[in-house]
């Protein structure tokens, strides 16, 4: 008994459906994109039904720990059995069956993270991930993505093009025990793979895996069809399925060669034929006949599964791509959860590594509940106090988030006295903020061939007087080994604390040292913005506050180039400094 999934009348979710229960392991699941609906509602249901009757089904809960989900000690039953108690984890719990993964878009990158790698190493399971995010800025993480080798976008218009549901008992209309075996043992197809691999790279597709899941939604077909050998047919389907939805680019249309002569020189119709425009060509391209090679007919199916005016838009979405390691450390040391700053109310949740417990609130969320839970207890020695996993509180703590001040001050010349005592005066106002604010100064001094950093990240005033009065003056403006090491200084601080960092340079931008040391102002100039722009990359926060008499362009162009506030202050003294730092934190 067999199906065929190129009729008509099925739409491409219920195709989708159908291959992944014949093949789980090898499409890993399915990215289903779309508002809860009941055409939603409807492919969950052809899922369930074709998947074996005894295969687990089981739902992802938005908050998990790593113990319900990769398994482990049991802590509430342990406690109350006095004994070690190993708990069962969900994703052992599915295997052979279907993980239902609702509001993916919200899913974290480690939890995301954890179930790609089980899915690698196990593949017992698929995963149907319920995507419904608005855009490309809301979508599950990347990881999971994939490897979920099918991709099926629902639509309002599409809740009409469903077929009835498949009522209790009804049969499938093919084997799927026998549709399994025939993908176990389907012959590999050079030509299909071939053509599967020009069509990623023709359409922009990095990863290596979309070759391998098309191939594996192929074979799938095919055996849906009950054949023990794929066809051109099985593989547009995969084409649509697989491919489409991750194309980033259309090809390249190849150059047709004239198909008339030219005219001859000083002909009225060749004067007339180069002053008329060619009429656009809207109608769609012909279809490819039977014969066609097998690589142009899945770069068709591929383009015609494509939305019109979706790939207009790529270019654009391509230069804001996320990056699921992209996150600076700010944002990871948010993550993590404090361990000391001020304390927070405790809440409900699983002690991890590093997590404190709330005893006392622990107990106060135990102690009502005793007499009904001995009166449940069948042991003869019952424990005395009974907690279980939702009485557990643990301890919050909120950490302040540190902004650390880098003044990188120009020491070179008839710069050094003025602008240092302005430099003394700002750090000694920006430490007095300090005892409130609870932030950090750091100094770094620019002088002869290189630059050097005087003072570490601290709230020393002491240590920041020492280091100012100790400084000398005069020399070259190595202006670009100064923005590298205020560079470096700031990605340091951030890695560390995960705090912000401010970087504030001090100097009329007059660079007449290049980064190798040697004199010349064209050269210390250019190596000046390269580093400049490196900073900005880096997407490191600057203030550029222009020192010289009377502002000059290289100082501007050097705050665009680094994407800093430019401030000129002529006439700058320590609170002027001050004030233009405060207005930039």
């Known amino acids: 008994m067999s199906v065929d999934l190129h009729d008509e009348g099925l739409s491409d979710a219920t195709r989708a459906a159908w291959l992944l229960a014949v093949d789980p392991a090898g499409l890993g699941g399915i990215h289903l994109r779309g508002p809860a609906s009941a055409a939603r509602d409807g492919v969950l249901a052809s899922l369930q039904h074709a998947m074996p009757s005894d295969a687990p089904w089981r739902r992802l809960p938005a908050q998990i720990d790593d113990d319900r989900l990769l398994g482990g000690l049991d802590l509430a039953l342990s406690l109350a059995t006095g004994r070690p108690v190993e708990q069962r984890g969900l994703l052992a719990e599915v295997d ?15 939890l995301a993270a954890k179930i790609a790698a089980a899915l690698d190493q196990s593949a017992s399971f698929a995963v149907v991930a319920l995507d419904e995010g608005r855009g490309d800025d809301e979508a599950p993480p990347t ?27 009804q049969v499938l209309p093919f084997d799927l025990a026998e549709a399994r075996l025939r993908v176990a043992l389907m012959p590999l197809d050079e030509a299909c793979i071939h053509a599967f691999c020009s069509a990623s790279q023709l359409l922009g597709i990095r990863s290596m895996r979309v070759p391998l899941q098309a191939w594996r939604a192929t074979c799938a077909a095919a055996a849906c069809r009950g054949s023990d050998e794929v066809n051109a047919q099985d593989a547009e389907l995969a084409a649509r399925l697989v491919i489409a939805p991750r194309a980033r680019q259309l090809p390249a249309a190849p150059a047709e060669p004239d ?4 005219a001859p020189p000083g002909s009225d119709d060749q004067a007339a034929h180069q002053n008329e425009e060619p009429p656009p060509d809207d109608s769609p391209a012909p279809p490819r006949p039977d014969d066609a090679p097998l690589e142009d007919r899945v770069i068709d199916a591929t383009k015609a599964a494509i939305p019109a005016g979706l790939l207009a838009l790529l270019g654009d979405l391509s230069g804001r791509a996320r990056s699921p390691n992209n996150s600076s450390g700010k944002n990871k040391a948010a993550q993590k959860p404090a361990q000391s700053g ?63 001040t880098i003044f990188a001050v120009d020491a070179s010349g008839s710069q050094a006295l003025n602008r240092l005592a302005e430099a003394k005066g700002a750090v000694e106002l920006l430490l007095a903020d300090c005892y409130v604010r609870r932030d950090r100064v750091a100094l770094i001094a620019f002088r002869g061939s290189a630059a050097e950093t005087l003072l570490l990240p601290t ?40 705090g912000q960092a401010l970087v504030v340079f001090l100097t009329d931008a007059r660079a007449n040292v290049a980064r190798d040391g040697k004199p010349g102002r064209d050269a210390a100039m250019n190596d000046a913005l390269a580093a ?30 680094m994407a800093a506030r430019y401030v000129a202050l002529p006439q700058a003294d ?7 730092v405060s207005a930039a934190r």
Not at 164 to 169: D, I, K, L
Not at 363 to 384: C, D, H, N, S, V
């Open 532 to 561: 400049a722009r490196a900073m900005r990359a880096a997407g490191v926060s600057c203030l550029l506050i222009d020192t010289s008499p009377r502002p000059q362009p290289p100082a501007l162009a050097l705050a665009q180039a």
């Open 459 to 498: 709230r020393s005033l002491v240590r920041a007087k020492r280091s100012l009065q100790a400084l000398p003056g005069g020399g070259g403006t190595p202006l670009a080994a100064a923005i590298e090491a205020a560079t470096g200084l700031a990605a340091l601080v951030r890695s560390r604390d995960g």
């Open 259 to 262: 198909s008339e002569p030219p």
């Open 143 to 169: 990881a999971l993505l994939e490897r979920l080798a099918l991709v099926v976008t629902l639509t309002e218009e599409g809740k009409l093009a469903w077929p009835p549901q498949t009522q209790e008992g």
């Open 342 to 404: 001020r304390p927070l109310p405790s809440r409900r949740g699983q002690p991890r590594s590093g997590q404190r417990v709330d005893v006392l609130q622990t107990l106060r969320a135990a102690i009502p509940w005793q007499k009904l839970r001995q009166a449940t207890r069948t042991e003869a020695a019952a424990p005395r106090l009974i907690i279980t996993r939702d009485d557990f509180h643990l301890r919050r703590y909120q950490r302040p988030r540190e902004t650390t």
């Open 574 to 580: 320590s609170a002027a400094v001050f004030a233009a």
């Open 96 to 110: 052979q069956g279907l993980l239902i993964a609702g509001m993916a878009e919200r899913m974290s990158a480690g």
